[in-house]
């Protein structure tokens, strides 16, 4: 026999507006009950500000919004109308309120929610803000006004070649191999070809790989009758070469492209600057979310979004990914490109696997050919570790190429052979810098030539 549901006296005082009942609703966690209840009692300037808290808790900024404007300015505080005029796309009036607050925080916000469409005006917003800075404030700020003055002719820009970013990137990596130093005007013998073993190895080339391209010179400088350093090194560059020859891959050209990559790899930020690219291709582009779970994921995300000009879909941190991934396949029709971030918490191995399998299905409910690209984003500064989160996220997916970040800030640059022969995925783009031009195509040659140079 089925019963049926008792409203309880609580509930049906608080139907009735009673305030203690719905604050009681709200302490045992009821808030979307309480919400709906209070939505019948709008006109009520008491009830008025429980619904205006409950609908900034849950992230409703448009609802909230619209209490704001139609009801009461008053319900929020000039930061918190400043947010609202932003998360509903009002620029201009967002702009306005936050420079009246004139703090740090809304300086900054109001400069960079300008950057693209009225640059002047943003630098000044910004330079106002700079004086208001802590240390750790200032660097990010400095890079955003040093854009500025580029973009409006302001400052000189003296722009690296690709070879020059490449140099300073695999810096730290050479000064590990030290070739020039340790083996110049050497002859062949197996105290050379010991220590260049413990050199490979220290570059991050791992035991396995150190000790089979060492066996290989050492029977080539006997098959060649090679005598000395500068004879046996041309056979390393061609070992090497024929080590990662197979590995190039360029970035194909679609729709959706899909991000896989453990937390901290530099996930977010290689998006941003895809992003970039695409922007100055002339594409219209898309970033969407779907990393719900990392603390600022999402805060990070629409920085980049900013940064690079793109357009962005999120939801509130906790949300379902996949959600976040139709909600922004449903508005891609209207963009050329759309770049999805996801989460990387190898800790949740199995929640993380059928997550991922689930965008995907999403993803080909709307584009069945898609996605263009299942990117996996691997830090360089981990070296070989990478090869084993790669095996984790291939488990998920079909992974169609690597980027490898953080070049600039690792020692272990030799990482990129292990993870080319054992993986036997495309290595497509490098990360060799911190701006928004500093990820580049991957080019075996050039990088062999640069890293043993």
């Known amino acids: 026999m089925f019963g049926f549901f008792k409203k309880s006296e609580e509930e049906k005082l608080a139907e009735k507006g009673d305030k203690s009942a719905i604050l009681r609703l709200i302490e045992k966690g009821k808030k979307n009950?309480?919400?709906?209840?209070?939505?019948?009692?709008?006109?009520?300037?008491?009830?008025?500000?429980?619904?205006?808290?409950?609908?900034?808790?849950?992230?409703?900024?448009?609802?909230?919004?619209?209490?704001?404007?139609?009801y009461d300015k008053n319900l929020a505080t000039a930061k918190e109308r400043a947010l609202l005029y932003e998360k509903v796309g009002e620029k201009q009036k967002a702009v306005e309120e936050y420079l009246r607050i004139g703090d740090f925080e809304s300086l900054y916000r109001a400069g960079i929610l300008i950057k693209e469409d009225e640059p002047k005006k943003s630098l000044q917003i910004l330079e106002r803000a700079l004086a208001l800075a802590n240390p750790i404030e200032r660097k990010q700020l400095e890079e955003h006004i040093r854009e500025l003055k580029e973009k409006l002719g302001l400052v000189e820009v003296k722009k690296e070649s690709f070879l020059e970013k490449l140099k300073n990137s695999l810096r730290r990596t050479k000064e590990v191999l030290e070739f020039g130093v340790l083996f110049a005007g050497r002859k062949v013998d197996e105290d050379l070809?010991?220590?260049?073993?413990?050199?490979?190895?220290?570059?991050?080339?791992?035991?396995?790989?150190?000790t089979e391209l060492v066996e290989e010179l050492r029977k080539e400088s006997i098959r060649r009758?090679?005598?000395?350093?500068?004879e046996l090194l041309p056979v390393l560059k061609e070992r090497l070469l024929a080590y990662l020859g197979n590995c190039k891959g360029e970035l194909r050209e679609?729709?959706?492209?899909?991000f896989l990559g453990v937390n901290?790899?530099?996930?977010?930020?290689?998006?941003?600057?895809?992003a970039y690219r695409f922007k100055k291709q002339g594409k219209k582009v898309?970033?969407?979310?779907?990393?719900?779970?990392?603390?600022?994921?999402?805060?990070?995300?629409?920085?980049?979004?900013?940064?690079?000009?793109?357009?962005?879909?999120?939801?509130?941190?906790?949300?379902?990914?996949?959600?976040?991934?139709y909600q922004a396949l449903e508005r891609a029709d209207a963009y050329d490109v759309v770049l999805i971030d996801?989460?990387?918490?190898?800790?949740?191995?199995?929640?993380?696997?059928r997550e991922?399998?689930?965008?995907?299905?999403?993803?080909?409910?709307?584009?069945?050919?898609?996605?263009?690209?299942?990117?996996?984003?691997?830090?360089?500064?981990?070296?070989?570790?990478?090869?084993?989160?790669?095996?984790?996220?291939?488990?998920?997916?079909?992974?169609?190429?690597?980027?490898?970040?953080?070049?600039?800030?690792?020692?272990?640059?030799?990482?990129?052979?292990?993870?080319?022969?054992?993986?036997?995925?495309?290595?497509?783009?490098?990360?060799?810098?911190?701006?928004?031009?500093?990820?580049?195509?991957?080019?075996?040659?050039?990088?062999?030539?640069?890293?043993?140079?």
């Not at 006109?43 to 205006?52: A, K, Q, S, T, Y």
């Open 33 to 70: 009950k309480a919400i709906a209840i209070l939505e019948n009692f709008k006109e009520n300037p008491e009830l008025r500000p429980i619904l205006f808290k409950l609908y900034m808790e849950e992230g409703k900024y448009y609802y909230a919004y619209q209490l704001v404007e139609y």
């Open 225 to 230: 009758n090679i005598k000395t350093w500068e």
């Open 193 to 210: 070809l010991e220590e260049l073993e413990e050199r490979l190895i220290r570059a991050d080339l791992g035991v396995k790989k150190a």
């Open 254 to 258: 679609g729709k959706v492209y899909l």
């Open 342 to 353: 996801t989460a990387g918490r190898l800790h949740t191995k199995e929640p993380l696997i």
């Open 356 to 453: 991922l399998r689930k965008i995907k299905q999403v993803i080909q409910k709307f584009y069945p050919e898609e996605p263009t690209e299942t990117l996996l984003v691997l830090d360089a500064t981990i070296g070989q570790n990478s090869i084993s989160q790669a095996k984790v996220f291939r488990e998920a997916l079909e992974v169609s190429g690597i980027i490898l970040t953080k070049l600039d800030g690792s020692s272990k640059g030799g990482a990129i052979v292990p993870i080319c022969t054992e993986l036997r995925i495309p290595v497509k783009l490098l990360g060799v810098g911190e701006g928004l031009e500093d990820l580049q195509d991957f080019d075996p040659k050039t990088f062999v030539e640069e890293l043993i140079s």
């Open 264 to 274: 901290g790899s530099g996930k977010t930020t290689t998006i941003g600057k895809l």
């Open 286 to 325: 898309l970033l969407c979310a779907g990393d719900t779970f990392r603390s600022a994921a999402i805060e990070q995300l629409q920085v980049w979004a900013q940064r690079s000009g793109a357009d962005i879909v999120f939801k509130e941190e906790g949300s379902d990914p996949a959600s976040v991934v």
